[in-house]
């Protein structure tokens, strides 16, 4: 035919392939990005909703062992027993080792003490030494509190206007229970309490 040009097969075939092709790869395209959309929200969906982070309570320190427990309990004996003497021993607990509310316990029980030791001495006696044994008869553990259930034997020596220094001392055992709790710098004294109650106890301790 005059006037037109003659475009091989083979050209036109590559040609359409080429459109055909084409098109695939838009539809694939397409797909792809909708397909990522959606994935996209559904993730969103699952994103849990921002809020303020919260901070668990601290771990509860090592539990001592129990010759560690009966080593305070004794030196916090100790140093009550040393309030009632003539001449008060300086303390071995260090204030580290014990709770506020155990300090102000014993601050307020030292005034009371003194006045006992002023009532005593008034009727020509007084105490000059004493010898402490304490013997830990069980440890309960509940959560951040321990509990050391223990007894203690102490002799103590005596002193009178009339005969001087006796030889002979006098002496009691009490059971009581020492509480420990746990705090950021590891297991404080909280108390020590006699597991009796009423008259009849030393004159160190002081209940209340």
């Not at 951040?144 to 001087?164: D, P, Q, R």
């Not at 709790?181 to 006699?194: E, N």
Request: aromatic fraction near 6%; include cysteine.
């Amino acid at each position: 035919m005059a006037g037109t040009s003659l475009i091989p097969v083979d050209r036109l075939w590559l040609a359409g392939q080429a459109v055909h092709d084409r098109g695939i790869m838009i539809k694939y395209l397409r797909t792809s990005a909708a397909v990522a959309a959606l994935l996209g929200f559904a993730l969103a969906g699952c994103q849990p909703a921002a809020g303020p982070l919260t901070v668990g309570p601290s771990a509860t320190p090592p539990i001592p062992s129990s010759s560690e427990l009966a080593a305070i309990v004794r030196a916090a004996v100790e140093d009550r027993n040393g309030t009632v003497l003539d001449a008060p021993t300086a303390p071995r607990l260090a204030n580290g080792q014990t709770t506020a509310a155990y300090r102000a316990k014993r601050e307020r029980d030292l005034p009371v003490v003194a006045r006992s030791k002023v009532g005593f001495k008034s009727t020509g006696y007084w105490y000059t030494s004493f010898s402490t044994t304490v013997t830990v008869e069980s440890i309960d553990v509940t959560g951040s509190e321990i509990s050391v259930h223990f007894k203690e034997l102490t002799e103590e020596y005596l002193s009178s206007k009339t005969n001087g220094p006796s030889s002979v001392p006098t002496g009691y055992s009490l059971p009581q229970t020492a509480t420990f709790r746990a705090s950021a710098d590891g297991w404080k004294l909280d108390s020590i309490a006699p597991s009796v109650h009423g008259g009849g106890l030393p004159m160190s301790v002081v209940e209340g």
